[in-house]
């Protein structure tokens, strides 16, 4: 069976981009693959470094998780400072990633230029990192989003480096790519682009009831079609889009009809709309509470993946040292 890899930073709250466009993709992997999801506190802290409370963001992203049905029985769930074999091996991987490729790394240059205040050696080795989380597991595929392309490309070449320094031992860990009715994007209630974490157009699986209704009676729309089957703005295309993946076919269908008739109200939509969010968000954010408030679920969970997860990067990480050369006394 292959295996996969994929770190989330715990770094903000799950929206229903995440869901839809990633979660749900996880829960169909952890069915087929040998899947390793872990929540990547060391590389948050390249950002963050003194996060207003570490620990509280990681009970909150695995919550989150485990409340969209990743299931710690089939996927090793685990956080990555629970895991010191990760540390020992980045170390190694270090050895042999040359300034020269870090600096010139896009990632890098967009977080220097966001927090020049803060240019860290963590966030030059930040793709080292990123590779030692993925080869460790000898991981063959990563769900990878745009943005983390080239971070992906850099563990390829870091492990390939490595096969020819030192034995073939490493896969090639190919992103694992989506298309058709895998690859969902969820537009923000802004207007234009997709839904994100910082561009606060998002819809969080925490947020209560009229928190959503808020938001989406808020959302960007036009001032109504004039002509039949007039073609949509952005704006109005995004709220369709959003119906498209949370309401029923036929109500759907009922508010394309009225657009195509000219006789829409977009209040009308957006209430309905804000009901159905609702109807999906509800429930999931009942069970985020129910387990984040669970200490010993959550502790159970932690320690299983943890021991899951250092058995395989032990087993790595004693192969990787005697090829290396290190021998005890
Ligand atoms: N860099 C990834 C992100 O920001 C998180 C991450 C860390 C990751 N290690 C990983 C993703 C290993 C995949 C595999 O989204």
Known sequence: ???VVSGIRPTGNLHLGNYFGAVRNFLKMQADYNCYFFIADWHSLTTH?????LHNNVRQVLAEYLAC??????ATIFIQSDVKEIAEFYLLMNMNAYLGELYRTTSFKDKARQQPENVNAGLLTYPVLMATDIIIHKANKVPVGKDQEQNLEMARKFARRFNNMYGDIFPEPKPFTFDG???????????????????GNGV????EDKVIRKKVMRAVTDSGPTEEN???????????????IVSQPDVLAHYETVYNNCSIRYGDMKKQLAEDIIGFVAP?????LDIYNNEAYLHQVASMGAEKARESASKTLKEVQSLIGFRSF
């Open 1 to 3: 069976m292959e295996t």
């Open 49 to 53: 470094p003194k996060p207003g409370d």
């Open 69 to 74: 049905g990743i299931d710690p029985e089939k």
């Open 181 to 199: 009715a895998d690859l969902i994007k969820v537009p923000g209630l802004d207007g234009s682009g997709k839904m994100g974490k910082s561009e």
């Open 204 to 207: 969080f699986l925490v947020d």
């Open 230 to 244: 007039q073609e949509k703005a952005e704006a109005v295309q995004n709220l369709f889009t959003l119906m498209k």
């Open 284 to 288: 999931v954010r009942e069970r985020i």
